[in-house]
Protein backbone atom coordinates (compact mmCIF):
# COMPACT_ATOMS: atom_id res chain seq x y z
CA UNK A 1 0.00 0.00 0.00
CA UNK A 2 1.28 3.59 -0.95
CA UNK A 3 1.88 5.58 1.82
CA UNK A 4 -0.51 8.48 0.09
CA UNK A 5 -2.89 7.76 -2.28
CA UNK A 6 -5.41 9.87 -4.01
CA UNK A 7 -7.76 9.18 -7.01
CA UNK A 8 -5.74 10.60 -10.16
CA UNK A 9 -9.16 11.62 -11.55
CA UNK A 10 -9.52 13.66 -13.80
CA UNK A 11 -12.53 15.20 -12.24
CA UNK A 12 -14.55 16.99 -14.30
CA UNK A 13 -17.35 19.54 -13.61
CA UNK A 14 -19.16 22.69 -14.47
CA UNK A 15 -18.61 25.61 -12.49
CA UNK A 16 -20.15 25.94 -9.65
CA UNK A 17 -20.23 22.94 -9.29
CA UNK A 18 -19.17 21.07 -5.23
CA UNK A 19 -16.14 18.63 -5.98
CA UNK A 20 -14.88 16.95 -3.05
CA UNK A 21 -11.79 14.69 -2.92
CA UNK A 22 -10.50 12.19 -0.50
CA UNK A 23 -6.85 10.87 0.42
CA UNK A 24 -5.86 8.07 2.75
CA UNK A 25 -2.69 7.63 4.47
CA UNK A 26 -0.86 4.31 5.36
CA UNK A 27 0.57 5.49 8.87
CA UNK A 28 -1.55 5.66 11.91
CA UNK A 29 0.98 7.47 13.62
CA UNK A 30 1.24 10.70 11.37
CA UNK A 31 0.40 14.36 12.47
CA UNK A 32 0.61 17.34 9.88
CA UNK A 33 -1.27 17.11 6.43
CA UNK A 34 -1.84 19.57 3.88
CA UNK A 35 -3.50 20.40 0.51
CA UNK A 36 -1.53 21.79 -1.96
CA UNK A 37 -2.33 22.97 -5.84
CA UNK A 38 0.20 22.40 -8.46
CA UNK A 39 -0.81 24.30 -11.33
CA UNK A 40 0.48 22.70 -15.18
CA UNK A 41 4.09 23.17 -15.21
CA UNK A 42 4.10 24.71 -11.97
CA UNK A 43 5.53 24.46 -8.46
CA UNK A 44 3.30 23.41 -5.50
CA UNK A 45 1.78 25.90 -3.67
CA UNK A 46 -0.11 25.43 -0.22
CA UNK A 47 -3.66 25.32 0.13
CA UNK A 48 -4.38 24.65 3.54
CA UNK A 49 -3.19 22.42 6.80
CA UNK A 50 -5.64 20.27 7.52
CA UNK A 51 -6.25 20.21 11.58
CA UNK A 52 -7.91 17.62 13.30
CA UNK A 53 -10.57 19.38 14.06
CA UNK A 54 -11.47 20.75 10.33
CA UNK A 55 -10.93 23.68 8.67
CA UNK A 56 -12.83 25.88 6.16
CA UNK A 57 -10.60 28.95 3.91
CA UNK A 58 -13.81 30.44 1.98
CA UNK A 59 -14.97 28.19 -0.59
CA UNK A 60 -12.30 25.27 0.30
CA UNK A 61 -12.79 22.94 3.31
CA UNK A 62 -10.96 20.25 4.66
CA UNK A 63 -11.51 17.58 7.57
CA UNK A 64 -9.14 14.66 9.10
CA UNK A 65 -10.55 11.58 10.16
CA UNK A 66 -7.93 9.90 11.88
CA UNK A 67 -9.97 6.35 12.23
CA UNK A 68 -10.35 5.81 9.18
CA UNK A 69 -6.51 7.78 7.91
CA UNK A 70 -7.91 9.86 5.41
CA UNK A 71 -8.49 13.61 4.62
CA UNK A 72 -10.56 15.08 2.58
CA UNK A 73 -11.12 18.48 0.40
CA UNK A 74 -14.42 19.98 -0.42
CA UNK A 75 -14.31 22.67 -3.27
CA UNK A 76 -17.57 24.31 -3.23
CA UNK A 77 -18.72 27.07 -5.80
CA UNK A 78 -16.44 25.94 -8.69
CA UNK A 79 -14.29 28.49 -10.45
CA UNK A 80 -12.66 28.06 -14.10
CA UNK A 81 -9.47 28.64 -12.08
CA UNK A 82 -9.66 25.93 -9.57
CA UNK A 83 -8.79 23.88 -12.46
CA UNK A 84 -5.09 22.54 -11.08
CA UNK A 85 -3.66 19.52 -9.99
CA UNK A 86 -4.86 18.94 -5.98
CA UNK A 87 -1.45 17.17 -3.87
CA UNK A 88 -2.22 15.50 -0.85
CA UNK A 89 0.86 15.48 1.63
CA UNK A 90 1.47 14.10 5.19
CA UNK A 91 4.45 14.13 7.30
CA UNK A 92 6.42 10.92 7.34
CA UNK A 93 6.00 9.31 10.93
CA UNK A 94 8.25 9.40 12.93
CA UNK A 95 10.48 12.77 11.16
CA UNK A 96 7.92 15.26 11.10
CA UNK A 97 10.27 17.06 8.78
CA UNK A 98 9.93 14.72 5.90
CA UNK A 99 6.61 15.01 3.73
CA UNK A 100 5.12 12.38 1.63
CA UNK A 101 3.59 13.42 -1.35
CA UNK A 102 0.63 11.82 -3.19
CA UNK A 103 0.15 12.06 -6.94
CA UNK A 104 -2.26 14.34 -7.08
CA UNK A 105 -5.93 14.53 -7.93
CA UNK A 106 -6.61 16.42 -11.55
CA UNK A 107 -9.64 18.91 -11.32
CA UNK A 108 -11.01 20.59 -14.53
CA UNK A 109 -13.65 23.27 -13.83
CA UNK A 110 -15.80 23.89 -17.34
CA UNK A 111 -17.67 26.19 -18.56
CA UNK B 1 8.22 39.74 0.62
CA UNK B 2 10.02 37.80 -1.51
CA UNK B 3 9.62 34.12 -2.10
CA UNK B 4 11.77 31.45 -2.88
CA UNK B 5 13.99 31.53 -5.58
CA UNK B 6 15.98 29.64 -7.83
CA UNK B 7 18.67 29.43 -11.01
CA UNK B 8 18.62 28.79 -13.56
CA UNK B 9 15.60 28.22 -14.98
CA UNK B 10 16.34 25.99 -17.61
CA UNK B 11 19.50 23.51 -17.84
CA UNK B 12 20.18 21.71 -20.91
CA UNK B 13 23.85 19.70 -20.57
CA UNK B 14 25.27 17.06 -21.94
CA UNK B 15 25.47 13.94 -20.48
CA UNK B 16 28.54 13.42 -18.40
CA UNK B 17 28.66 17.06 -17.06
CA UNK B 18 28.59 18.22 -13.60
CA UNK B 19 25.76 21.11 -12.85
CA UNK B 20 24.61 23.05 -9.99
CA UNK B 21 21.60 24.25 -9.23
CA UNK B 22 20.81 26.98 -6.76
CA UNK B 23 18.05 28.06 -4.00
CA UNK B 24 17.54 30.92 -2.00
CA UNK B 25 15.24 30.81 0.54
CA UNK B 26 12.65 33.26 2.15
CA UNK B 27 14.47 34.35 4.86
CA UNK B 28 14.68 33.83 7.81
CA UNK B 29 13.33 30.24 6.93
CA UNK B 30 15.27 27.51 8.95
CA UNK B 31 14.63 24.54 7.13
CA UNK B 32 15.22 24.24 3.49
CA UNK B 33 14.19 21.11 1.25
CA UNK B 34 14.97 20.40 -2.68
CA UNK B 35 13.28 17.92 -4.36
CA UNK B 36 12.33 16.57 -7.80
CA UNK B 37 9.80 16.12 -10.23
CA UNK B 38 9.61 13.81 -13.28
CA UNK B 39 7.48 14.82 -15.99
CA UNK B 40 3.83 13.39 -14.64
CA UNK B 41 5.47 11.82 -11.71
CA UNK B 42 4.55 13.03 -7.61
CA UNK B 43 7.37 14.97 -5.76
CA UNK B 44 10.55 12.67 -5.01
CA UNK B 45 12.60 13.98 -1.77
CA UNK B 46 16.11 14.55 -2.07
CA UNK B 47 17.47 16.34 0.84
CA UNK B 48 16.57 18.91 4.00
CA UNK B 49 18.49 21.02 5.69
CA UNK B 50 17.25 22.60 9.61
CA UNK B 51 19.72 25.01 11.04
CA UNK B 52 23.10 23.66 11.93
CA UNK B 53 21.78 20.51 12.28
CA UNK B 54 23.49 17.46 9.68
CA UNK B 55 21.20 17.37 6.84
CA UNK B 56 18.86 14.46 6.16
CA UNK B 57 20.28 12.94 2.71
CA UNK B 58 18.15 9.78 3.10
CA UNK B 59 16.54 10.61 -0.55
CA UNK B 60 19.65 11.41 -2.52
CA UNK B 61 19.41 8.57 -5.37
CA UNK B 62 23.14 8.12 -5.63
CA UNK B 63 26.89 9.41 -4.53
CA UNK B 64 26.57 11.88 -7.80
CA UNK B 65 24.07 13.86 -6.41
CA UNK B 66 25.33 16.17 -3.10
CA UNK B 67 24.21 19.35 -1.90
CA UNK B 68 25.34 21.91 0.59
CA UNK B 69 23.52 25.04 2.34
CA UNK B 70 26.16 28.13 3.15
CA UNK B 71 25.10 30.27 6.34
CA UNK B 72 22.23 28.85 6.76
CA UNK B 73 20.61 30.10 4.01
CA UNK B 74 21.74 29.54 -0.16
CA UNK B 75 21.66 26.09 -0.74
CA UNK B 76 23.15 24.52 -4.07
CA UNK B 77 22.47 20.84 -5.59
CA UNK B 78 25.16 19.76 -7.62
CA UNK B 79 25.04 16.57 -9.90
CA UNK B 80 27.95 14.98 -11.27
CA UNK B 81 28.80 13.41 -14.29
CA UNK B 82 24.72 13.51 -15.64
CA UNK B 83 23.15 11.11 -16.95
CA UNK B 84 19.31 10.97 -18.77
CA UNK B 85 17.69 9.58 -15.91
CA UNK B 86 18.62 13.29 -13.86
CA UNK B 87 16.50 14.65 -16.02
CA UNK B 88 13.75 16.31 -14.50
CA UNK B 89 11.91 19.60 -12.34
CA UNK B 90 14.43 20.29 -9.00
CA UNK B 91 12.36 22.18 -6.89
CA UNK B 92 13.36 23.67 -3.52
CA UNK B 93 11.15 24.86 -0.76
CA UNK B 94 11.54 26.39 2.57
CA UNK B 95 9.87 26.54 5.75
CA UNK B 96 9.93 28.74 8.98
CA UNK B 97 8.48 26.38 11.35
CA UNK B 98 9.80 22.80 11.60
CA UNK B 99 6.90 21.77 13.95
CA UNK B 100 4.27 22.86 11.64
CA UNK B 101 5.94 22.28 8.44
CA UNK B 102 4.60 24.29 5.72
CA UNK B 103 6.62 24.55 2.69
CA UNK B 104 6.91 27.38 0.38
CA UNK B 105 8.37 26.44 -3.27
CA UNK B 106 10.25 27.94 -5.69
CA UNK B 107 9.48 27.89 -9.28
CA UNK B 108 11.87 25.13 -9.58
CA UNK B 109 14.90 24.60 -12.22
CA UNK B 110 14.07 22.33 -15.54
CA UNK B 111 17.22 19.99 -15.93
CA UNK B 112 17.21 18.37 -19.49
CA UNK B 113 20.43 16.11 -19.76
CA UNK B 114 20.77 14.98 -23.26
Known amino acids: RKEVEQDPGPFNVPEGATVAFNCTYS??????FFWYRQDCRKEPKLLMSVYSSGNEDGRFTAQLNRASQYISLLIRDSKLSDSATYLC????????????WGLGTSLAVNP | GAGVSQSPSNKVTEKGKDVELRCDPI?????LYWYRQSLGQGLEFLIYFQGNSAPDKSGLPSDRFSAERTGGSVSTLTIQRTQQEDSAVYLCASSLDPTRNEQFFGPGTRLTVL
Open chain 2, 27 to 31: SGHTA
Open chain 1, 89 to 100: VVNSAGNNRKLI
Open chain 1, 27 to 32: NSASQS
